[in-house]
């Protein structure tokens, strides 16, 4: 008889690798949804939840263990902006859970599938791009009071974990981590990185050392970055923490934040998966600008080293 599925993301990650999904946002446009708005994927947890949920289910049917939920840029000041009053906009943050779960009800049974609910920077509700720069003038105490109230939210919604993603920044990586004690849901902690140090120019280090003794947060890494930065940090956030590794790089390609769009050639790719998981890495997928395509592939070279790894 085969052994059950793990009942939960620690136990999972106990047994081997999991694979992320992609950018929801290029999944979403290329389904032909503008994501001009402020909110950018948010907007369509109002407008069109049936798109995020075949969104999750294109991911999970390339092969994806783990759905990033449509949260990233959702808060109530955003929704506010579009008249969209506090109640509501909790309902919808909620439903980004709720969109990811529907996803994998509709795909074949016999293996479990995660949901991961997006946590995304402060800078990601100013729509502005500060997200890939940090140092917002706002204390510990403040970015606190600004993401209590969404990641409350968001955890009554029960997900697997609360993907705390893109963080650019020590003062926000240690609001954060002061709020998920006791949110009786596990965490990871996700910086946005250049070279050896976050957006915001500390040591990543010193960045993933917050994490280490912090209980509820069960994996470190980075994600929002190139590839090649992405190669140079597993191995120092396995180091630094002890912990499982988190990794999901973009495509390659630059973001310009003036512009409003991305240039350069991919360097994304699956042969990466290798050095990832031998330096620590156990969640492993792609951000922006990685499609289907490229998860598919990312999923496929984790399922050749599982069995490689099954016969020795």
């Known amino acids: 008889m085969p052994a059950a599925p793990p009942l939960d993301l620690a136990s999972a990650l106990a047994a081997g690798p999991l694979v992320l999904d992609g950018g929801m946002s290029n999944q979403l446009a290329a389904a032909g949804h503008d994501l001009s708005d402020e909110l950018w994927s948010a907007r369509l947890l109002s407008d069109a939840p049936e798109a995020v949920v075949a969104a999750h289910r294109a991911y999970f049917e390339a092969g994806a263990d783990v759905a990033i939920t449509a949260s990233y ?21 909620a439903s980004s859970v709720d969109l990811a779960r529907e996803a994998a009800r509709a795909l074949p049974g016999g293996r479990r599938r995660f949901v991961a609910a997006s946590v995304g920077p402060y800078g990601a509700v100013l729509a502005d791009g500060s997200e890939y720069r940090g140092r917002y003038g706002l204390s510990v105490a403040e ?11 968001l955890a009554a919604a029960r997900p ?11 003062d926000e990586a240690r609001a954060l981590l ?18 050896g140090r976050t957006r915001a ?3 990543l280090e010193e ?23 992405a190669d140079r940090a597993v191995a120092l956030a396995a180091e630094v923490t002890g912990k499982p590794v988190v990794v999901y790089p ?16 991919p360097t994304f790719r699956s042969a990466r998966v290798d ?4 330096d620590g890495a156990r969640l492993v997928g792609g951000c922006c600008r990685v499609g289907t395509d490229g998860i598919a592939a990312l999923a496929a070279a984790v399922t050749v080293l599982r069995t490689q790894r099954a016969g020795t």
């Open 250 to 265: 973009n495509s390659g390609e630059e973001w310009d934040a003036g512009r409003r769009g991305w240039h350069g050639e």
């Open 178 to 195: 002061g709020l998920v004690r006791g949110l009786e849901v596990p965490a990871w902690l996700s910086y946005s990185v250049t070279g």
């Open 73 to 93: 840029q959702a808060g109530f000041e955003g929704f506010a902006r579009r008249g969209i009053g506090h109640t509501e906009a909790a309902h919808l943050m």
């Open 143 to 153: 970015l606190a009071a600004f993401h209590r109230p969404r990641l409350e939210v």
């Open 207 to 229: 960045a993933f050392a917050l994490a280490a003794e912090v209980d509820e947060v069960l994996a470190v890494g980075v994600n929002c970055c190139t590839p090649e930065d």
């Open 201 to 203: 120019g500390q040591p």
């Open 160 to 170: 697997d974990v609360l993907a705390l993603e893109t963080i650019p920044d020590t």
């Open 275 to 278: 050095g990832w998981l031998a």
